[in-house]
């Protein structure tokens, strides 16, 4: 849904008010609510990320974690639920310059009003607190109850003849454990083919699979606030989100270049896209594609394998991301900026110079979001995290 530009500004400058709803749905697939009245103040704690590791590696598939403390009487181990909420925004409205100065007035605001979902997924733990006048809900997504799953028989059961491709098989895996796409798009290297695994390997994790398509495509798969699939690219540049007041932040003295060439010599393609320069290279490291691969390995210097010619040109824009520096960030919560958004603000400190006077210093950061840690309901903050390649 858009988002209205003046619900983004009344967030930033004015006032913000936010109602939770938690839906859970019984056996029979009726949806339940559990209003605000029922959830602690402030209890909400929501784990989402593309990247999360010490090393920047593109796939994903990194599920969605989120506790809760509700009331005693709503017991829902087990239960599928979805978290949203509607936040209304507003902005003070001001007087014309043709009131008298200094007048007692107030003049009201102007509000927005827009609804988010922020969590759907399954509840895995929900206990009674000592008091017993409460419940700890803890829930994940479905990567991370589908995603554990083998899909090894999906896997082989596509090669009863024929060529068997990247795509083929994402779309197999996405009917065979229901899950939906929020949007249908075609990836680079959706036409690539793969082959029959060794005979024995017996287990490839769902996660395992999407995670490796993701990669060799040089995209982020993530579940969002609805549950649907989500594809994000990162590569090239973006006008980045401002935030011109936070709470905190530190970044890295340094720029991160991004990567300017793709190293496929583990997918067994010698050589590197494009031929240079070669400084900030992308491992394209891939079991998926490698195990069991048949192809005419060409020696370096030759052309590439003729389905990696097909699909290069569409990966490697994904790969090619631009300058960023690694941060981390807190700052009120803007339910609009989703991770793989590109974030932008300015470092502030007081520092003497040469004749020990002291003046303002700032540094303006910029990079992408990674992971975040929505925290709060009625005091809703972030905490932003990203990482260097």
Known sequence: MPINPGFKQAVIYGSVHTEISITWFDGGGSGHTITAASVVSESLTID???CDGTEFKFGGCIASALELDISSEHDLTDRYITVSCTQTATMPL????NVFPGANIFPGGVSYSQSFYLFSGVVYSCKLSKNRLTRHLVAYDFFYSKGMENCIGVYS?????????????RAAIITAYNFTEAQTVTLPADSFPIHQLPD?????????????????????LRLNGHGDIEYISIGGSS????????IDAEAEDYTVSGFDSIDTHS????????D???DDVYDLYNDLVTTGYVATVTEPGDQFAPAWNAVRDGIYPNCNISAHTPFTLNAETRLWVQPGDRLQFDLIWYAPNGQGVVSKRTRTVTGIMLSRRI??????TDEIRSLEN
């Open 375 to 380: 925290k709060g309901i009625q005091a809703m």
């Open 267 to 274: 997918v067994g393609i010698y050589g590197f896209y494009p």
């Open 157 to 169: 059961g596509l090669f009863s003849g024929g060529t068997v491709t990247l795509g083929d098989l």
């Open 200 to 220: 024995d390997i017996t287990e490839l994790t769902v996660n395992d699979a999407l995670r490796m398509i993701g990669e060799f495509n040089g995209v982020f």
């Open 48 to 50: 989402n990320a593309i």
């Open 276 to 278: 240079a320069p070669q």
């Open 94 to 97: 001001y007087p014309g310059t």
């Open 239 to 246: 006008t980045p989100e401002v935030y011109t007041y936070y």
